[in-house]
């Protein structure tokens, strides 16, 4: 069952009012803001989603792989290079997201010791 109109508007407006509240409320809120979102953005952009992928597929056999797509007809399937590809491609993201984190809560925390 939808929520009419009005308690949709009253929640979004809810929000909002504790949203400013909040930030007018509490000092240094930007730089809390700032640090979280340096941190939270990095890790689930670029280190969370190839953790994920290389725990999902490290459990499958690679040894019914073709070496190649043209050792057999279905093309659809990966190859054995493929998913080495893959796999190295997952732990390059991981290690930029291991360095944008790292390159980001080092800036944050140098500006905030600046102000």
């Known amino acids: 069952e939808e929520a009419s109109p009005g308690v949709r508007v009253g929640v979004r407006l809810s929000i909002c009012?504790?949203?400013?509240?909040?930030?007018?409320?509490?000092p240094a809120f930007v730089d809390v803001l700032s640090f979280v979102g340096c941190c939270c953005v990095a890790v689930v952009s670029f280190i969370v989603p190839p953790l994920l992928h290389i725990f999902l597929t490290s459990g499958e056999s690679t040894n019914d792989l073709p070496v190649k797509n043209s050792d057999t007809a279905d093309a659809s399937r990966p190859s054995l290079l493929d998913f080495n590809r893959i796999f190295w491609v997952d732990v390059a993201m991981l290690c930029w997201g291991v360095v944008a984190t790292v390159i980001s809560t080092t800036f944050t925390f140098q500006m905030e010791h600046q102000a």
Request: with cysteine; hydrophobic share 60%.
């Open 17 to 26: 009012v504790l949203c400013a509240t909040i930030s007018l409320g509490v």
